[in-house]
């Protein structure tokens, strides 16, 4: 996919810091800044990371127009810098997370490496990106996890906030969903496209039973009806019985029934048993109407008889966070590790050049998360660390624990160095990972913390340099 990415994406206070760097000389110090995220979305244990191919796609593409630069002068940037963005080009580095893996609070999920000025001008539209993406992708798999291996269909493209659908889209399709009614992203994405019929159809109708036969003749193949225009008991499911029943004397099945209101515990039940009895145990019962993890948990756990969901508003919205705590910080300035100060510990980042190196436990899950600093080589690390609490501290037992590389190259000098898989293949690398997590951080209730630390050396850095800090405070 190509993109064109205005440079006018970006916050405006970073085109008046990267006018700064041009005006004092400091365009060109070399930089690296760390996007990573503070705290679990959801209350949970754990996230997916989602986003990436198209952030770098972004970040390649980050250029001016000469409409952009005629626009920012009636701001009043000066004609020099005009110039300088007019041919902008980004030549850094960046690594990363593969897209689909599981992350957690401080895992650095990429990490930008160039002339100040130009990681600079990138922050708010890699996190913009990044921070939305995880954060549906996130939602998707839990609700996939609470499903119970039963489908679940995106059908959150009409409460979406407008074109954040495409990217939603893409973001729950790696979290999980089989299909969606976004008929753009399926296309854009190679999602496959799924949906039947509304409510409206059948009202359109002089009756439900015309309705339902005429969309069965028209479609006969893995149709499927929407039972609830009337009343599910009485109408919908007798008339998709009928239906289903001349759908078989000419060779058809009827695939679902789609039940979008009322108790779906009970009416659920009660359509199966009505199914059942009339021959139709092939016939799937399909559950819509505000669906989320939490509800379809208490379904599944009721014994509901549930064979697919179709998730809209609390899905592809993420309505119950509306955003991701992700951040970008600088950690190295001019080759030299900086530390951006705070009383609140949580808020004081890890300094240096970094990169991520997990280990896994004896049954292949993972187990602790390290951060190092670039130069040091794995078999170096001896201990990690807890960065705020002294006492806390895991060491490094390799027959219990083997490491695995989790943080890799994309970009070098501007310059894609790793292909990006399909997006089938991503879905299927995130269902792999999130398979290699401990249940324990699954559980939507108070699941448990996963550690990330830092290597010795990196915490000795960091101790150096909020004593220092202290000391010419």
Not at 13 to 37: C, H, I, N, V, W
Not at 138 to 166: P, Y
Request: hydrophobic content about 45%.
């Amino acid at each position: 996919m190509n993109i064109t990415q205005s440079g006018l994406y970006t916050d405006f206070y970073e085109l008046t810091m990267a006018q700064g760097y041009f005006r004092s000389g400091r365009k060109d110090a070399p930089a690296t800044f760390d996007l990573y995220f503070r705290t679990p979305p959801f209350s949970g244990g754990y996230a997916i990371f989602a986003g990436l191919e198209q952030a770098v796609q972004s970040a390649r593409a980050f250029s001016y127009v000469p409409d952009d630069i005629a626009y920012l002068k009636t701001l009043g940037f000066h004609d020099d810098f005009l110039a300088w963005l007019g041919a902008f080009r980004f030549t850094g580095d960046i690594d990363a997370f593969r897209e689909g893996d599981i992350v957690f609070p401080d895992d650095i999920l990429m990490r930008i490496s160039a002339p100040v000025i130009e990681a600079q001008l990138l922050e708010s539209m890699l996190l913009n990106i990044i921070n939305f993406q995880t954060l549906i992708a996130t939602k998707t798999m839990r609700i996939v996890s609470a499903a119970r291996g039963r489908a679940v269909m995106d059908f959150g493209l009409r409460r979406a906030q407008a074109e954040a659908s495409m990217a939603a889209t893409r973001a729950a399709f790696i979290g999980g969903a089989i299909g969606t009614s976004n008929t753009l992203a399926a296309k854009e994405y190679g999602i496959p496209a799924m949906g039947t019929h509304a409510h409206s159809w059948i009202q359109s109708f002089e009756s439900e039973y015309a309705a339902f036969r005429t969309f069965a003749e028209l479609y006969p193949q893995g149709t499927s009806l929407l039972v609830d225009t009337y009343d599910t008991l009485t109408s919908g499911v007798p008339n998709a019985i009928r239906v289903a029943r001349e759908m078989e004397a000419h060779g058809a099945k009827l695939g679902a029934i789609r039940l979008d209101s009322g108790d779906m515990a009970y009416l659920s039940k009660k359509a199966r048993a009505m199914l059942d009895e009339a021959g139709l145990g092939y016939v799937r019962i399909v559950a819509s109407n505000q669906l989320d993890e939490h509800l379809i948990e208490s379904l599944l756990d009721q014994q509901a008889p549930i064979d697919i969901f179709g998730v809209g508003t609390r899905m592809i919205c993420s309505y119950d966070q509306p955003a991701l705590d992700g951040i970008y910080k600088l950690c190295s300035i001019n080759n030299s590790p900086t530390i951006k100060f705070s009383e609140n510990p949580e808020k004081i980042n890890n300094p240096g050049k970094k990169k991520v190196i997990r280990y896994l436990d004896t049954q292949g899950k993972f187990f602790i998360d390290a951060l190092a600093l670039d130069e040091e080589s794995e078999s170096a690390i001896k201990l990690i660390r807890h960065p705020a609490i002294a006492f806390q501290k895991t060491a490094v037992n390799r027959s219990a624990m083997s490491p695995e590389p989790v943080f890799f190259p994309v970009v070098r000098a501007g310059k894609l160095v790793a292909g990006f898989p399909a997006l089938q293949a991503t879905q299927a690398f995130a269902r792999e990972r999130f398979a290699m997590l401990p249940d324990e951080h699954k559980r939507f209730a108070n699941p448990h913390v996963y550690r990330v630390g830092l290597s010795e050396k990196l915490y000795e850095l960091r101790q150096n340099l909020i004593e220092k800090r202290l000391h010419n405070a």
